[in-house]
């Protein structure tokens, strides 16, 4: 029996515009139509069970929405309380796994990846499962460029189908990169592993005891919340953050290297984006409303404007509709240093266009002291009963019917029709039809963040 484990915690900072911190790059369409989250859990073998998905709690409805628009069921949506890194997660998902399986093998994949073709991937993942009980397993990926954001395997033959280890070598520099590639036992580190839920207990008390004990408190004390299980947030976020690569796999000696023969690519910056997409005769790659004179080897994406390009080489231009991002493919690894200088702006932590449990919305226009939305409410759902401290509302209702609490009122509001909700005023947005409804909202005042909310009442218990 395997049960997987996907990762879903990450922030994908280096892909900033796109990625964001309430809608990281797993959850976006990257490389096809669906987001890269449940190709990842489509790209699994038939006959495992049931995925446990752990992830940050910010983004729990994006995870519940994507796994309801794929008809994909789960074992369990586990919540971090705060990051801390991949151990104390896998080890949060397997503890959780336990009160309901015996010493089932666990495969633990990153929601990040692009992997093909599938069988060749199945074919490692059956000989991994004959040596798991007594091994902790993990995929290498032979290198075709001196990658230095991927960790490498030093390995050495043995009489199996399958490397022992000799050393691990974490994100070296571009000079020990290019070494690490010319040689034929040096592989990338793939992030996927497979073990049983024995070995990896037993590793992980012998090299990390704080996470083993408070990992397994943190999910005894963990509650229900609808489909989410929430980790005790106290004794989780005392665990020391490390990742399972630093707390177990350069410590234990029971580690083995099955090499995947296939095209395999962590979505993690730029370039790496850069790689999986087409490109023009100049060696472009072009997404959007983009004109281009005398441009070779650059990509440019562009989300719902106009964006011209003229005389330059190995450049990323990424234009979304609140953010631009200009840099040169050498500089692909410093976005994330740039974070730094915008973590607290608005255009990190949210995108233009958000997922809500209840529906969507798109910020159309942005101002000082005013601000654009429209909103879509799914057939059947409702917003909280909730007030804003700093800013008033005014909805117009672009197509559908909805029923409106505004203080002690209680009114449908059909298309064409509007209602004002001043500062203040109680008030909350339903939708009783079969079809969407779609509003459009103008909010004004002198804050508009999406923090300046008190909800009364909730279907999403986030009161």
Known sequence: MIIPIILSGGSGQRLWPLSRQNCPKQFLSLHGEESIFIQTIKRLPEN???????CNEEHRFIVAEELRKSNVKANGIILEPIGRDTAPAIAAAVFHCLKNFENPNFLVLSSDHVMEPNENFYSALNLANEICQENIVTFGIKPDSPKTNFGYIETVSSKNDYLDVISFREKPDLSLANTFVKKPNFFWNSGIFLFSAKIFLAELKKFEPDIFFNTE??????TV????????KKTFESINKISFDYAILENTSKIKVIPLNLKWIDIGSWNNYFEIKPKDPNGNVVEGDV????????LI???KVLTAVIGVSDIRVINTPDALLVTHKDFDQEVKQLISQIETREEYLNQYFSERPWGSYQVLFKDQNVQIKQIIVKNGRKLSLQ???????????ISGEGYVTRG??????????????PIGEVHRLENKADNDLIIIEIQTGNYLGEDDIIRYEDDYNRV
């Open 301 to 303: 994406h562009s989300q």
């Open 387 to 397: 007030k804003h401290s700093h800013r008033s509302e005014h909805w117009v209702v």
């Open 225 to 232: 919340d609808n489909d989410f299980i929430r980790l005790e």
């Open 408 to 421: 002690n009122e209680y009114f449908p509001l059909r298309a064409n029709e509007s209602t004002f909700i």
């Open 217 to 222: 408190i943190a999910v005894d004390n963990s």
């Open 291 to 298: 004109v281009l004179k005398s441009v070779k080897n650059t």
């Open 48 to 54: 495992v069970e049931k995925p446990v998905i752990i």
